[in-house]
């Protein structure tokens, strides 16, 4: 009878031990709470993460696609806790309310990097953050539109990405910036498209409605939005790009985004790189080392124009360089 009882003892262990995730001893185990999915600039970077934090180098990589969901990234973050990872890192939804979620990870003594956006929070509550400056994109876009435009006027229409998100808010405030060196240049609108194509063209609809014939230059935050937006006015018979009566300025730098540049129909493609994998897993790298690290690390961005284009700010754009791109 006891070595009946041990069996399903045995048993109901085992059954229990197969309901959890089981990492191999060897394995270094990340947790990543990714954004989502809403860009192709998404997709790079999970594929980036896929790619470099693989069981061949030593790794075993928790993805969680978040789906633009706030919430559910912080139960994401909860529940790495719960499985004892030995590293967090979060790409941020928003910026704000990560403090009580970071504090109980401090607590379980598990390191936390945050990696392409920022937060609003002490940077005693997580170890590290690697990404790119997405105010100085701003300011990039800025600076290459008053290059570009000379004394010429300048009436914007911005679409904004997701409402709440640090690379909104730091291309919109790097871009404020410059526009506010400028007396001749007006801000007519800005409206969230949420980083994705039908909402950039949805607002860009809604833009063609109310300001027909009143602008010149359309700014969009990411290459999503610019597709929506190049459909709208392609609908509404207006012309942009470096031929037409629209100056139009994407952030990203996709290979389609940059594609559309090689053609002349996105003037200026500000990067934001995606490829941040191997900079997140360095640091992690001298973390399991005992080793000093940076606690912030910025990934390099470039900025690119059309063929045609010449400016001190960006690269201009060739088969050439679209060939050697990463992603």
């Not at 929506?228 to 990203?252: C, E, K, N, Q, R």
């Not at 900025?303 to 992603?327: K, N």
Request: aromatic share 8%; proline share 2%.
């Amino acid at each position: 009878m006891k070595r009946k009882l041990a069996v399903m003892a045995l048993a109901a262990a085992t059954l229990s031990m197969m309901a959890m995730p089981v990492y191999a001893d060897d394995l270094v185990t990340v947790g990543y709470a990714q954004v989502g999915h809403e860009s192709d600039w998404r997709t790079a970077n999970t594929q980036n993460y896929q790619d470099v934090f693989s069981e061949d180098a030593g790794y075993s990589l928790d993805l969680v696609d978040c789906d633009n969901d706030n919430a559910a990234q912080l139960e994401a973050v909860r529940t790495f806790i719960s499985k004892d990872m030995d590293y967090i890192v979060i790409a941020p939804i928003q910026s704000a309310g990560w403090d009580t979620v970071l504090q109980e990870a401090q607590d379980a003594g598990i390191p936390v990097i945050i990696a392409d956006r920022e937060i609003e929070a002490s940077d005693d509550l997580y170890d590290a953050w690697v990404g790119t400056n997405t105010t100085n994109e701003g300011i990039t876009a800025g600076n290459w539109l008053a290059e570009y435009l000379g004394d010429a006027d300048a009436n914007i229409l911005v679409i904004e990405g997701s409402v709440g998100a640090s690379a909104t808010l730091g291309r919109t405030d790097g871009f404020n910036q410059v526009a506010g060196e400028h007396d001749n240049w007006t801000i007519l609108d800005s409206q969230s498209g949420d980083f994705t194509q039908a909402g950039g063209q949805e607002v860009m609809e809604s833009f063609i409605k109310s300001y027909e014939g009143q602008f010149n230059v359309v700014i969009c935050q990411n290459d999503n939005e610019a597709y929506g937006a190049m459909d709208a006015m392609d609908a509404a018979g207006i012309t942009y790009g470096v031929d037409g009566d629209v100056t139009l300025i994407s952030f990203d730098a996709t290979h389609d985004g940059l594609q559309y540049t090689l053609d002349g129909k996105i003037n200026c493609d500000v990067e934001c790189n995606p490829i941040q994998a191997e900079t997140v897993k360095g640091v992690i790298e001298k973390m399991q080392a005992g080793e000093d690290y940076e606690k912030t690390t910025l990934v390099e961005d470039q900025a690119f124009v059309a063929p045609g284009i010449e400016s001190e700010y960006a690269t201009t754009m060739t088969q050439e360089v679209l060939d050697g791109r990463a992603y």
